[in-house]
């Protein structure tokens, strides 16, 4: 049974600092493409980064430059280091996996939907 796992969410200030974690379970972690999604109260969701098999990464263009998404294959955790947060980065986030062979950018823009889905864990951001 595939289980993806989210934790490190919680509250920070203006400009500060979140590191989420993301454990899968019960799939062959380096088959799939795995991602970092949010949903604001009132909003689409949206996708947040990508890494791809390779270690290649593609990022929603309002978070490039803060976030950073990476992998550990020894581990099968996903990370997604987020400095500089701002308001706007209030939401819930969720982790994903893929092993469809989707491009990264239709997964980023939800042209495509993963096969698996974790159940989230909330950013909030306070000005």
């Known amino acids: 049974q595939v289980r993806l796992a989210e934790s490190g969410g919680g509250s920070v200030q203006t400009g500060g600092s979140l590191r989420l974690s993301c454990k899968a379970s019960?799939?062959?972690?380096?088959?799939?493409?795995m991602g970092w999604y949010r949903q604001a109260p009132g909003k689409e969701r949206e996708g947040v980064a990508i890494?791809?098999?390779?270690?290649?990464?593609s990022y929603l263009d309002s978070v490039q430059g803060r976030f950073t998404i990476s992998r550990d294959s020894r581990k099968n955790i996903l990370y997604l280091q987020m400095d500089g947060l701002k308001p706007e980065d209030t939401a819930m986030y969720y982790c994903?996996?893929?092993?469809?062979?989707?491009?990264?950018?239709?997964?980023?823009?939800?042209?495509?939907?993963?096969?698996?889905w974790g159940q989230g864990t909330q950013v909030t951001v306070s000005s």
């Open positions: 890494i791809d098999r390779d270690g290649g990464t």
């Open positions: 019960g799939l062959s972690y380096n088959n799939y493409v």
């Open positions: 994903a996996a893929d092993a469809h062979g989707y491009k990264s950018e239709y997964l980023l823009r939800q042209w495509a939907q993963p096969m698996y």
